[in-house]
């Protein structure tokens, strides 16, 4: 993987550093053949937010051959892509380059028409200008990143460290993601149905305490017939009063939540072990097979056969 990071002044250290720091790991542990160039729109340097000088940059000719390019930030003004800049992202898109835009960096790709008539996700408080400027593409608040295989695109700041490690889990699979998330000390996955920040009032310390038991308990009894009913049980809660803590915690309904590290859980199996795969979704709490394999299959976009064809890491990652 050759992956084109785009440098630009006052960018900031963190939002640059982000993308290099996760895939440039991937070479560091010997787990693939990556590496990371940082470019802008000509050769020469850039000064960063912070006010560091960064030289020895690439110009566009780097997208000509990436496989990946981030977009890892954007102008604060919110400023519209330069007609060069747009037609380096078309063209690398085109060719089949993935385009990730990170945090304000959904704008840029946004504005390239990459995200017409898709779903997208940015940092929050860019939603208004977003939909203003592109009213065919669907906002989704709720999520950390949305991933459609060709552009990828990231809410606010730490949701990049999710979206980098999420396309290291796709390419490579969920064994390299944690080697790199444990180098790296962050988590390994957090799912995108969760919310970028929690739009409403915060719940009280008295009311997310409960939620937070639930949601270990949950883990530990995943193969469990476990409900909504049995997990308001758990709080001590009525199920309408659960389900709305749960959700102002959590972004996501309690059903979709459970389903999600179900899921999770399934996929983690058919990497590590030679279960039956029905087997291995029944010990996730997923006994019906045709249920499991449609929900497997929009989550992931493939089957679970083919999960673990290419992401078994029983003979090797």
């Not at 990730?100 to 779903?119: E, K, N, T």
């Not at 593409?137 to 459609?148: C, P, Q, S």
């Not at 979709?256 to 030679?274: F, G, K």
Request: a neutral charge; proline letters at 4%; hydrophobic letters at 40%.
């Amino acid at each position: 993987m050759r992956i084109a990071v785009y440098a630009f002044d006052d960018v900031t250290m963190f939002h640059l550093s982000t993308p290099t720091l996760v895939f440039d790991e991937v070479a560091r542990q010997g787990c693939a053949d990556w590496s990371s160039t940082l470019f802008s729109e000509a050769r020469g340097h850039v000064r960063t937010a912070e006010g560091y000088q960064l030289g020895g940059l690439a110009d566009l000719t780097a997208l000509e051959d990436a496989d990946a390019v981030v977009i890892p930030s954007w102008h604060t003004d919110f400023r519209r892509p330069s007609p060069a800049l747009v037609a380096a992202l078309r063209r690398a898109h085109e060719r089949g380059a993935t385009v990730v835009g990170l945090c304000l960096g959904s704008i840029a790709v946004a504005d390239a028409g990459l995200l017409d008539g898709r779903a997208a996700v940015t940092h929050w408080k860019a939603f208004e200008t977003f939909r203003t400027r592109h009213p065919g593409v669907a906002l989704d608040k709720t999520v950390l990143y949305i991933d459609h295989g060709d552009v990828l695109t990231s809410a606010g700041t730490a949701a990049g460290l999710d979206a980098c490690l999420h396309l290291v889990r796709t390419r490579l699979g969920s064994h390299t993601a944690g080697q790199v998330a444990k180098e790296l000390v962050v988590a390994p996955h957090r799912g995108g149905g969760q919310a970028q920040y929690i739009d409403g009032p915060r719940p009280s310390r008295t009311t997310a305490e409960p939620i937070s038991r639930v949601l270990e308990w949950a883990l530990e009894h995943l193969a469990e017939p476990i409900d909504v009913d049995t997990l308001a049980g758990v709080a001590r809660m009525s199920r309408r009063t659960f389900i709305r803590a749960f959700t102002a915690t959590n972004g996501t309904t309690p059903a979709a939540w459970l389903r999600e590290q179900r899921l999770n859980e399934t996929r983690r199996l058919l990497e590590t072990t030679d279960l039956p795969i029905e087997q291995a979704a029944a010990r996730c709490g997923l006994h019906n097979a045709a249920t499991f394999r449609k929900h497997f299959r929009t989550s992931f976009g493939m089957t679970p056969s083919e999960y673990r064809r290419d992401y078994s890491t029983r003979h090797g990652d």
